[in-house]
């Protein structure tokens, strides 16, 4: 029997739905060795499987993940948009600078996204394009369109899955993206939304070669803490500094010669978002410093 490969979308009960390369969604079953390794087989798996002359194709193996999200279940994220309001509710930037260093810890590719650009004046967006001018930001509005086509250009030949506050339009945004999903939205969407994640699992949409997670709702997860010099690598801006720091694992605090502090002083690193860095900084120097407590 010859193996095909593909990517899981979704299970429903025991079988497993998959997309392979040559383009074919198949159902599966998944072989019974799965069960006594302790592997289950999750949405975004890469898998392999072989078709039987009678009966149900079967998933026969599962391939290393790049990365696994706990809630909802799903691997081998390889970019998450990070949704955040032009106007209500008000960003919460301090998540998305959080969750930008969690994903890029992962592997995984983030991609701020303001939606409701309907709503607000050019103030918001100018500064959210500068804050986060090197992660290739969108501007976007779920009720005009406005935006849409960058968003989708960006949804090709990867999977990915949309993640933020309540509120900041990302059903509005999905449904946008795929009108056969009809997704609650507004206020009372909460509530359903919370009821819907309990009595079922998160799908993968096949998207132009690529796939989106049809149910947002990542919250922060647990990062471990970091090492300075690590910290340091996973802000994209700093490596514009005009000079280096006079330490390598200089904390761009009251450290003398920073160059990271020039950036902030010419106004190339916003006050927001160094403020925010140096939070998050302090913040993993107490974890390093109670780490074996
Ligand atoms: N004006 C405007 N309202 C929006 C936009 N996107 C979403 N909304 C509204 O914002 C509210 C929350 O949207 P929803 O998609 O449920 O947010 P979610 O909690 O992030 O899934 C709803 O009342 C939507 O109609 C937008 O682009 N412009
Ligand atoms: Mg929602
Ligand atoms: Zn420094």
Redesign the pocket.
Known sequence: MTEEIGILLKGVGSFYEVLTDAGETITCKARGLFRKEHTVPTVGDRVALERQPQGYALLTRIFPRKNLLIRPPVANIDRIFL?VSASVPEPDWLLIDRMILEAKRLGIDPVPVM??V??SGQEPIDLFLKEYREFRPLCV???SGEGLDALRSQLKGCVSCFA?Q???????LLNALFPELHLA??DL??KTERGRHTTRHAELLPYENGAVLDT?GFSLWEAEPMEQTELNKLYPEFAYAPFCCRYPDCMHDTEPDCGVKALLESGELTAGRYERYLRIAREHQQRRKHRYD
């Open positions: 949704v939606n409701k309907d709503t509005s779920a009720e933020g309540s509120a900041v339009g990302k059903s509005s939205v507004g969407s909460a947002p």
